[in-house]
């Protein structure tokens, strides 16, 4: 059975500084994400991009993330897999959980998170489901 969990997060991305990155195009960050309202936990990532930084630009990015906490009343962790892409300021983002990612509770979990970013604040709408306990 398909479940939702909805809510927000705050999310700070720090500069990982490669000199050998310098004037490519490429940069690497680490993510930092605190998750309320039907995800309560934090979120632990790593990322790698491209883009030139001028506005209206394209672009992508990947990166990892391990979620910890509590979904719906539900504990444990689970990894996301993202994959953004930024066509001339046209933006397409997919979010997946990995499978066989998930522990304690939230073992089996599958699905897809959306993420909306208006206004400089940041929502989700996670769309999942949990495997059968045996």
Known sequence: MTAHARG???VRLTPQVDADLKDSGL????????FHGDL??????????????AKGSSGGYVA????TGTLN??????????TGTMTRGVPQLTVTVVPDSGTDQLTG??????????????????EYTLAESR
């Open 73 to 82: 009343g539900k504990r444990g962790s689970f990894t996301l897999q993202h």
């Open 109 to 126: 979990i599958s699905g897809k998170l959306t993420i909306t970013a208006a206004a400089g604040k940041h929502s989700y709408d996670f």
């Open 8 to 10: 927000s997060f705050d």
């Open 40 to 53: 309560e936990g934090t979120g632990k990532g790593q990322m790698l991009a491209f883009g030139t930084g």
């Open 27 to 34: 940069s690497r960050m680490t993510a930092d994400k605190q």
């Open 64 to 67: 990892l993330e391990r979620v």
